[in-house]
């Protein structure tokens, strides 16, 4: 992994905790120390400040496997798949990779069973993994099935040539039909299991540039249906990004507001039953376009959200 450096200041080790989403500060720290982590070249300490235009590499190590990850015969829905990548439809609840506290059960596992061929890049833990959705958003996933289609479509991702658009409810009204919110995400300053839209020269190193694009799709009197496209792919950003206007997700459970809370007493026992239903926020990968890595042709495909979030829908804004 490698990083320019677009603003000076900050400690190395502060930076790359705020760029990269998989290693916390402490982790971090021994990788410099053990000389895994480069500034232009050259092994520098954690406490070294960081200059805009210095290169950061990372040489990320094999993941440490806290069980061996083995293979397990879970459903999934394969929407397509050929001899370099698939587009599966992610069940809402199922977490991507093996971690700590979900070992087992993952979306990988029941990859190593129903693939043979996955790509090698992301380690033992996350073979063929080009992008992740949270635990409990469902939708398209694309995965790379070896090498070469790995690089390709990491690449695409980084020029924003994969579009991935999403469906979501948010609490309240909007008055206009379409907009979007520019706003930099990075880990939040008191809890890591968190993310914040970060203001202000204190915190410059430690942001990351995110938009989203907003489109009104269904109104509601309470709750808005939402079209979502990103522009950048940040943890948890539109969820992030709607908290930051007012207007989290219907069903967040990390991510709440005043509004939420000023809403939900207005609402019916059909309309909290069906939110009560929901398993966690109601956001949904409804829409992935990408060119092929091989062909290049253009692939596109599209799929309705899940029951859960099908009734609440119905439930907030009328038929669907």
Not at 59 to 88: H, M
Not at 180 to 190: E, I, S
Not at 259 to 273: C, G, I
Request: hydrophobic share 40%.
């Amino acid at each position: 992994m490698e990083l320019t450096v677009d603003a000076p200041g900050a400690r190395l080790d502060q930076y790359m905790t705020a760029h990269t989403t998989d290693f916390s500060r402490a982790r971090l720290q021994q990788l410099i120390k053990n000389g895994e982590v480069l500034v232009n070249g050259k092994r520098i300490k954690a406490s070294y400040k960081v200059e805009a235009g210095d290169i950061i590499s990372l040489n990320e190590p094999e993941p440490t496997i806290l069980v061996n990850v083995s293979a397990e015969d879970i459903p999934l829905d394969i929407i397509y798949q050929d001899a370099d990548l698939l587009v599966l439809n992610k069940a809402v609840g199922m977490v991507v990779h093996p971690a700590a506290g979900n070992q087992t059960g993952t979306l990988v596992n029941a990859l190593l069973h129903h693939v043979s061929d996955l790509s090698g890049i992301g380690g033992e833990v996350r073979p063929g993994i080009v992008h992740r959705l949270d635990k409990d958003t469902s939708g398209l996933m694309l995965v790379a099935k070896n090498d070469v289609a790995h690089r390709a479509l990491a690449e695409m991702i980084e020029r924003r040539e994969v579009v991935r658009e999403y469906r979501t409810l948010a609490w309240g009204n909007f008055a206009e039909d379409t907009f979007t919110v520019d706003a930099p995400l990075g880990r939040h300053l008191h809890d890591r299991q968190r993310m914040a839209v970060l203001a202000g020269e204190n915190v410059t190193a430690r942001r990351r540039h995110a938009i989203t694009h907003f489109t009104v799709s269904a109104r509601g009197a309470h709750v808005t249906e939402l079209y979502a496209k990103l522009d950048t792919g940040r943890t948890h950003q539109i969820r992030v990004h709607l908290h930051y206007i007012g207007h989290p997700v219907v069903g967040d459970p990390l991510y709440m507001s005043h509004l939420a809370r000023q809403l939900y007493p207005l609402l019916n026992s059909l309309e909290t039953a069906a939110i009560a239903a929901l398993p966690g926020q109601a956001l949904h990968a409804f829409r992935l376009t990408f060119p092929h890595p091989r062909t290049g042709e253009l692939m596109r495909y599209e799929i309705p959200p899940p029951v859960s979030y099908l009734r609440a829908y119905d439930a907030l804004i009328g038929e669907s």
